[in-house]
């Protein structure tokens, strides 16, 4: 089975940065794409945004030119820069990886806080 921990989250002020960590263990396939969503409440859960292990990327458009994914993989982790961060980031943020036959994990998720 894949193991998703994720570290990094917090409480950070509007402005200020936080850099999220999705280290991925298990049976984890070559190709595969490894994201973030985020989930505010009252909301649905949302891309926030993905890349494969060629490094294709995809940004919500309201992170972009703020946030950054990035992964390692030989280390199995992604990662996710968050610049300039705004209150309406406040959600808990969860990484997927999803490989190549569908197969998708999640992991527990962690609390982001913007204070305003």
């Known amino acids: 089975q894949v193991q998703l921990v994720e570290s990094g989250g917090g409480l950070v002020q509007a402005g200020g940065s936080l850099r999220l960590s999705c280290a991925a263990s298990?049976?984890?396939?070559?190709?595969?794409?490894m994201g973030w969503y985020r989930q505010a409440p009252g909301k649905q859960r949302e891309l926030v945004a993905r890349i494969t292990s060629g490094g294709s990327t995809n940004y919500a458009d309201s992170v972009k030119g703020r946030f950054t994914i990035s992964r390692d993989n030989g280390k199995n982790t992604a990662y996710l820069q968050m610049n300039n961060m705004k209150p309406e980031d406040t959600a808990v943020y969860y990484c997927?990886?999803?490989?190549?036959?569908?197969?998708?994990?999640w992991g527990q998720g962690t609390q982001v806080t913007v204070s305003s």
């Open positions: 298990g049976s984890i396939f070559r190709i595969n794409t």
């Open positions: 997927n990886l999803v490989i190549v036959s569908g197969l998708s994990t």
